[in-house]
Structures are given as C-alpha cells and as structure tokens.
C-alpha cells in the first residue's frame, strides 16, 4: 500500500482572527514554530509517505519544513471537502493507494496517532483514530472510499463514516486532538 500523509490547512481560520490575532493562526509562532508545522513534524516522524499540504488562505512556503509538498486549493472558500479532494488528486497522480489525513490546528497529535492509523489493516478502507473513545484525526482513507467522499460543502470523511459505519476501524490513540480555534487555545497549549 502506497501512502501519502495529508496535512489539511487551507482555511482562512475565521475564530483564530475574530479573537483577536493579528496574523493567521497557522503561521503563528508555538513553541519557536509555525503552529501548522507541528502537525507537518508529526507526520514527517511517522514515516507514512510524502507529506503533503493542502494551502489556500495563506500561502506557508515560507513556513513549513524543505521536503514538504506543498498543494494549493484555490477553492478553500467552500469548505474542507474540496481540500481532501485536492489532496486526493495529488494521490491519484501519485498512484496512491491510501491517504492518512490530519488537521494543521491539532498540534497534540502526534507520530504515533498518525503510525497507528497508517498501519491499520486495509479492511475496512475507513480507520479513524480514537482518544478515550472519541473519534478525531488522522484518519487513514482506502481508496475504495475516494469516490464516496463529498466534493463539496464544509465536511469530509465524517460524513461517509456516518453514514457507512461498516466501512470503518476505530483506531485507539494517545494524544490531545483537539483544534487550536481561539487565541485562548493557542495559549492553552503554549
């Protein structure tokens, strides 16, 4: 199985801004780096694949690690879906057979979320990482699903894993999934 590791941050992070931020919430610095580049080192220690960043409100050249390939999604406007579909065309391209998704706000999860979920056995095509028995990020998408996933709107994989939960692996996981939203969760985690 050939893999490629997602790392979705083409959002305009409307709450971050509307919190008071002066500058997008991915670029801003956590810990000595750019919030998006936590989730972007997770994956890279992972080893899944090519690490792969879907970009559209703000351009992260200039933030994300040399050996990052970087995807442009001019249509993040009208939501995630069109960000997994961008990065599902580059897979395609690719010849992948799998792609393990995360978000660039969740700078609690870690290599071994994204390791346990690339490694999941390929039936059900659907594994999805679990935290105290909550489903978050990454989940890995077989693609035997590709076809199933929304083109449009502001969801992605949620809605085939709610409505095909037998195309589905729970995955437990350690790590802390959840967004970096507010200028208040940025400071939770710094």
């Given at each position: 199985m050939t893999l490629l590791a997602v790392v979705l941050a083409a959002g305009a992070g409307q709450r971050f801004a509307a919190s008071g931020a002066g500058e997008h919430?991915?670029?801003?610095?956590v810990r000595g780096e750019a919030l998006v580049n936590h989730a972007v080192r997770a994956a890279t220690a992972a080893a899944v694949g090519e690490v792969v960043v879907v970009q559209g409100a703000?351009?992260?050249t200039e933030h994300v690690p040399a050996g990052t390939t970087l995807v442009d999604n001019p249509r993040w406007p009208e939501g995630i879906s069109t960000s997994l579909q961008a990065?599902?065309?580059?897979?395609?391209?690719?010849?992948?057979?799998a792609v393990v998704v995360g978000l660039a706000d969740q700078p609690g999860v870690g290599p071994a979320a994204w390791r346990a979920v690339a490694a999941s056995p390929s039936l059900p095509p659907i594994a999805v990482a679990t935290y105290d028995g909550?489903?978050?990020n990454p989940v890995r998408l077989a693609e035997a699903v590709w076809d199933l996933l929304p083109e449009t709107g502001d969801e992605g994989?949620?809605?085939v894993m709610r409505d095909r939960p037998?195309?589905?692996?729970e995955i437990p996981c350690s790590g802390?999934?959840?967004d970096v939203d507010t200028v208040e969760d940025l400071e939770r985690w710094s």
């Open positions: 919430k991915l670029v801003t610095s703000v351009d992260l990065a599902l065309d580059h897979a395609r391209a690719r010849r992948c057979s909550r489903r978050a994989a949620r809605a037998e195309l589905v692996r802390e999934p959840w």
